[in-house]
């Protein structure tokens, strides 16, 4: 039997993680099978166990390692409210929309999230939560506390202009969704 190194198993683990955070946007989670997830991870269904007790173990690492990631790259932006208009423009572009795998992964599995068990709902919410916090810390940073409605509503706007515009068949309707979206939700920050 080969023993592996711990760190091996830990590379392993983040493979599988972010193959999966990959393919649950592009086929949902109730559309990827165990199967198919460890074959994207180049690993056998067999690996599956000594990392995850179940898929919805799986599922829950997922999306506290996506949510994680999307808030990790808002460290990347200007600074303050410059930044959080940069975000905006950025959530609500055609590349974005047309690249699901590679998106936000509240826009392509928040209706199943919300069927899925209290593991992955409080993985989401702990996500979500920091998330809306980053936003009111970029809209009032002197005192987040006070924009914390605004910062839920405009996270909300985001998230739901970006199922629109995907879920559209008219490219030209769908582009007006996302153009009108970003308008909005600029307004909505003044």
Do not use: W
């Not at 198919?36 to 690993?43: E, F, I, N, V």
């Not at 200007?78 to 590679?102: F, I, K, Q, T, W």
Request: proline content about 3%.
């Amino acid at each position: 039997m080969v023993r592996y190194a711990k760190e091996h198993k830990q590379e392993t683990r983040k493979r599988i993680i972010e193959k999966a955070g990959e393919r649950f946007k592009l086929d949902g989670i109730d559309g990827s099978g165990v199967s198919t997830l460890m074959s994207d991870a180049g690993l056998t269904n067999g690996a599956f166990y000594a990392h995850f007790a179940s898929k919805d173990d799986l599922v829950a690492n997922v999306v506290t390692d996506q949510l994680h990631t999307q808030l990790s790259r808002y460290g990347d932006l200007r600074p303050g409210r410059e930044g959080l208009e940069d975000l905006v423009r950025e959530y609500l572009s055609p590349e974005h929309r047309d690249h699901r795998g590679a998106g936000c992964p509240s826009a392509a599995l928040l209706d199943e999230i919300g069927r899925c068990g209290e593991q992955t709902k409080q993985a989401y919410t702990d996500g979500a939560r920091a998330i809306v916090e980053e936003i009111a810390a970029r809209l009032t940073p002197g005192d987040p506390r006070s924009a914390r409605g605004k910062a839920i509503g405009l996270y909300t706007m985001m998230v739901g202009t970006l199922q629109l515009s995907r879920a559209l068949s008219d490219p030209k309707f769908a582009d007006e969704v996302l153009e009108q979206g970003i308008e909005n939700a600029l307004a909505f920050m003044r």
